[in-house]
T-cell receptor
Framework: GAVVSQHPSRVICKSGTSVKIECRSLDFQATTMFWYRQFPKKSLMLMATSNEGSKATYEQGVEKDKFLINHASLTLSTLTVTSAHPEDSSFYIC??????????????FGEGSRLTVL | AQSVTQLGSHVSVSEGALVLLRCNYSSSVPPYLFWYVQYPNQGLQLLLK??????LVKGINGFEAEFKKSETSFHLTKPSAHMSDAAEYFCAVRRVAGTYKYIFGTGTRLKVLA
């Protein structure tokens, strides 16, 4: 199956700093990537939909200035948590979808990135 | 609007016993349906999916699920639980056409007892 890689898997930062998380589709081109946030013992909350070459579409209640998403190429999307605060600590997961083919529409998930803001 | 309900946030079964994880969906038209598994501190892995065709879908690791339109259900089963099945399981729906936006259920944590 298609492989999606996230980096870093764990990051600890000080309050007020910014953190960038990368999501790469390793063996396919992903026209659409999704960023999820998962709270402890909770489901995945879709934060935004990222389309290559265009602005991300944010879900209601997600601060676009806080969570900057860039999808500069067909294999890379980045999530930057700006001016991070302890309440931003969470598990962030990206996913990507094949645009065509037999697996069209199936989501492939990255390994997730655990952010801890001190 | 679509929604997914997973009954039971925690399910415990004995090793070798039947696993049944429940998922009901709400959608104006039959959606695509998915089951994903998540191990601690990892992303999600697809177990199986229903798009079209046969309503009984077989997935990896011996899991299967049946799409029942009349009951708007897509329950996940496995005849015999193994210790390695202990994980969090998520049911998800997606519209057939248009956006690839997925809606996930709240998850069911499966515990397998020795």
């Amino acid at each position: 199956g298609a492989v999606v890689s996230q980096h870093p898997s764990r990051v600890i930062c000080k309050s007020g700093t910014s953190v960038k998380i990368e999501c790469r589709s390793l063996d396919f081109q992903a026209t659409t990537m999704f960023w999820y946030r998962q709270f402890p013992k909770k489901s995945l909350m879709l934060m935004a939909t990222s389309n290559e070459g265009s602005k991300a579409t944010y879900e209601q209640g997600v601060e676009k200035d806080k969570f900057l998403i860039n999808h500069a190429s067909l294999t890379l999307s980045t999530l930057t948590v700006t001016s991070a605060h302890p309440e931003d600590s969470s598990f962030y997961i990206c996913s990507a979808t094949l645009s065509t083919g037999q697996q069209g529409g199936e989501l492939f998930f990255g390994e997730g990135s655990r952010l801890t803001v001190l | 609007a679509q929604s997914v309900t997973q009954l039971g946030s925690h399910v415990s079964v004995s090793e070798g016993a039947l696993v049944l994880l429940r998922c009901n969906y709400s959608s104006s038209v039959p959606p695509y349906l998915f089951w994903y598994v998540q191990y601690p501190n990892q992303g999600l892995q697809l177990l199986l999916k229903y798009t079209t065709g046969a309503t009984l879908v077989k997935g990896i690791n011996g899991f299967e699920a049946e799409f029942k339109k009349s009951e708007t259900s897509f329950h996940l089963t496995k005849p015999s639980a193994h210790m390695s099945d202990a994980a969090e399981y998520f049911c998800a729906v997606r519209r057939v056409a248009g956006t690839y936006k997925y809606i996930f259920g709240t998850g069911t944590r499966l515990k397998v007892l020795a």
